[in-house]
């Protein structure tokens, strides 16, 4: 069993930056991947960003060259660092943790991204 929890979401204005955390507890040493997915208000959850124990990275196209996943395997943390916010980012933000053949996820609470003027 695996515990996640979000923190960092905040209200920014476009173009600015945000960093979000999920800080992982429990049986961490079965987590083979951990990533943060999005879901608007009227959409489906979708990928944001993810990276693997070997630290193999994937980025969803729309957040490529903004967007930076990175964990701390020190304080089982893994970070999101969110440059260049568009409206479109907004979204409540959800960390995830997976086995290596799915036998398991698990997912935080999420926190809420809001971007406007």
């Known amino acids: 069993q695996v515990q996640l929890v979000e923190s960092g979401g905040d209200l920014v204005q476009p173009g600015g930056s945000l960093r979000l955390s999920c800080a992982a507890s429990?049986?961490?040493?079965?987590?083979?991947?951990m990533g943060w997915y999005r879901q608007a208000p009227g959409k489906e959850r979708e990928l944001v960003a993810a990276i693997t124990s070997g630290g193999r990275t994937n980025y969803a196209d729309s957040v490529k060259g903004r967007f930076t996943i990175s964990k701390d395997n020190a304080k089982n943390t893994v970070s999101l660092q969110m440059n260049s916010l568009k409206p479109e980012d907004t979204a409540v933000y959800y960390c995830n943790a997976a086995a290596l053949y799915g036998q398991w996820s698990s997912w935080g609470q999420g926190t809420q991204v809001t971007v406007s003027s």
């Open positions: 429990g049986s961490i040493a079965n987590i083979y991947v």
